[in-house]
């Protein structure tokens, strides 16, 4: 049986189309959401089926009856997560580099969603299992979660109007003179069509960058996206001529400067994933508003890369 929720039209609604109305007395829920349920005979006015363009007059009453949204076809599977944050609205897990966060081709098995299932049964009536954005199976990280219908509706409404704020560690070749921001629009490569590229009819796209540490031939930084591309800081440093360490999609053939130590380039060859760390997480919470502000240091390999970058400078002075 589903939920059922009763309420009645306020006045001050009158001769608004229906589907208005609607979005004014449920904002928990998505117009698209409402307005399919409409079609769909879960939400009926005075005991009657009614179009989305109907007029209301107000005083009537509206009897919606919730329906869970199974779009989820991935197993429950048990996976060792490190949550970093959880309530009865959401949670935020930490994702290792190597985990893939949907199930898709050749990642059937294994993914943070499966994990996900397995850790909150209830997550299968959820678009996507909850996850709110994603990470590339190669960044490590905070990444956000709803747990229920009313905070997704509320988290991925805050992320499209940039009110969830992330911030990135990242190591990037070349030195960068200081910090600024990269703003070229991002489509699927033309030829290649896994990977993305800046294209001039491409989809807005903006990072902003800070300069935390120079080195003798490489850069770490801070980044924040103000947008949220698939693959956009890579993309965008990359564009640059200023690819992440790593990043065996958008770096090219592995490069050593001339001069490095022995650490540095034995570390450089190993370091077989992009040095990209999703360190920052803030946003309001979806049900109190109280402000989250999370934030988590880079796993072990990151961090010996730094050391490593900063042991091999040293050694050139």
Known sequence: MSEA??????????????????????????????KSWL????????????????????????????????????EPEALDLDIIFEDEDCLVVNKPVGLVVHPGAGNPRGTLMN???????????LPRAGIIHRLDKDTSGLLLVAKTLQAYTALTRALAERKIARHYLAVCAG???????????IGRHPVDRLKMSVQRDGKPAVTHYRV?????AHTYVSVQLETGRTHQIRVHFAHRRQALVGDQTYGGRLAIPAGVSDRLRDTLRQFRHQALHA?????????SGE?????????????????ALAEDSALRI
């Open 115 to 125: 994990g996900l299932l397995h850790h909150d049964p209830g997550l299968d009536q």
């Open 291 to 307: 402000n989250i502000d999370l934030q988590l240091a880079p796993p072990a390999d990151f961090a010996d890369l730094l050391s």
């Open 175 to 185: 030195v960068l003179t200081g910090g600024g921001s990269i703003k070229e629009p």
């Open 279 to 287: 360190e920052k997480l803030t946003f309001a919470h979806p049900r």
């Open 212 to 216: 935390i540490q120079r080195f003798a």
């Open 39 to 74: 079609l769909q005979g879960f939400i009926t006015v005075d005991e009657r089926a009614m179009r989305p363009r109907d007029p209301v007059i107000g005083g009537e009453s509206v009897l919606l009856q919730l329906q869970p949204e199974i779009s989820v076809k991935s």
């Open 5 to 34: 929720r009763q309420k009645f039209i306020p006045a001050e609604l009158s001769g608004q189309r229906l589907d208005r109305a609607l979005a004014r007395m449920f904002p928990e829920y998505s117009r698209s959401r409402l």
